[in-house]
């Protein structure tokens, strides 16, 4: 059922010193051969000419609206534009991507077609370097949307995150839905943020389809604000996880999503560890092992038959049972950690660590005395 607006679409952008690439950004959303639009621009306090370029649209164009923040991220400017949403559908753009002219119309003529909660389109990638367009890696499971076929977390428990890339900005949601389930971008992360509301949102939609055309092109270039925010903030990607599990506990689909979490989870960590430099791979690694995330996750559920990837197999064991000094000395002799013995070697230091405790309390209790 449409809105009162009359607005189908909302395209909500949030916006922080994008100056150079934010004209080709919104004509592209101007442009669109769905007339039934508004642009809502969050700028996330700028100190470049990002303000007076979204004033000069604001002028030419009703259907260009602007919000302004103070530099609170991209989660708040992305919850801030969607709260003032008013059509039926919303989907993000960053400020340094455009769009086919066509997207809008049939991303909207698809979700309302198949009654979607989310509606997916493919993309590519904008090489800045050589202006070039260049083909991007298929999704782990992009499979099951063959033939067009309306799918959820109900059909496709075990492959359900790794169906599509877990990019917000590829993907049309249906507002009321969002809204129904009380889903938004958590907003103390700065890292992967969007990987979080897209994964919360296929964990509780009934109806996701998908259009195969490329109609988006996603800009990379050096220097981007992402890159500089990931060298800076890495050390969030495991809390992704560990609330994505506490999101899926609260509303109980984590046993029924196990799979499809533990190799989202695994792989994702394992892939951010193999970019990470060396100073950092310590520090993560540590993370996992030292401080219990790796449990934490659940991790030992996937030593046998949830991962689907060797190495990724292999790195789950070595995380839960080796340090990461330990890690490198077994990496430089060719060792390998073998999935099968690791719950035995978990069971043991598991022990060692309830003693330890239980001694701590004996001579605690026996200073106490003295």
């Not at 530099?71 to 992305?78: H, K, T």
């Not at 520090?283 to 990724?312: C, M, S, Y």
């Amino acid at each position: 059922m449409s809105n009162t607006d009359g607005i189908k679409v909302s395209v909500v952008m949030p916006i922080y010193n994008a100056y150079e690439y934010l004209r080709p950004a919104i004509d592209s959303v101007l442009d669109q051969t769905l007339g039934e639009i508004e642009l809502i621009c969050v700028d996330d306090g700028s100190t470049d000419r990002s303000l007076d370029i979204l004033k000069e649209y604001k002028d030419k164009d009703e259907r260009v609206r602007i919000l302004t923040e103070n530099n609170a991220g991209p989660s708040f400017a992305r919850n801030k534009g969607l709260a003032r949403a008013r059509g039926d559908y919303v989907i993000f753009l960053d400020a340094d991507d455009f769009y086919e002219p066509t997207l809008l119309e049939k991303l909207y003529l698809l979700a309302e077609g198949d009654e979607l909660d989310i509606a997916i389109t493919e993309y590519d990638i904008y090489n800045m370097r050589n202006s070039s367009f260049e083909s991007k890696i298929p999704a782990d499971h992009a499979e099951i949307f063959e033939d067009g076929k309306v799918v959820s977390k109900s059909e496709y428990p075990n492959y359900i995150f790794q169906c599509t890339e877990n990019y917000v900005w590829n993907k049309l949601f249906r507002t009321s839905f969002l809204r129904s389930r009380e889903l938004s971008f958590d907003q103390d992360l700065r890292v992967f943020e969007d990987v979080y509301f897209v994964m919360t949102s296929l964990a509780l939609a009934d109806r996701v389809g998908k259009n195969f055309e490329v109609l988006i092109h996603h800009r990379v270039y050096p220097n981007q604000s992402r890159t500089k925010f990931f060298h800076k903030y890495y050390m969030q990607v495991p809390d992704v996880y560990v609330r994505l599990k506490e999101f899926l506990m609260a509303h109980g689909s984590y046993l029924p999503l196990l799979q499809s979490f533990l190799n989202i989870s695994a792989s994702r960590c394992y892939k951010v560890y193999n970019v990470l430099w060396w100073d950092a791979k310590a520090i993560f690694w540590e993370k996992l092992h030292d401080k219990g995330v790796a449990e934490q996750l659940g991790w030992e559920r996937a030593l046998t038959e949830h991962i689907e990837n060797d190495d990724v197999r292999e790195f789950v064991g070595s995380v839960l049972v080796n340090n990461h000094k330990k890690e490198v000395k077994r990496f430089l002799k060719g060792l390998k950690t073998k999935p099968e013995r690791v719950r035995g070697k978990l069971r043991n230091m598991r022990l060692r660590r309830r003693i330890s405790a239980v001694f701590s309390w004996i001579f605690g209790r026996s200073k106490e005395k003295l």
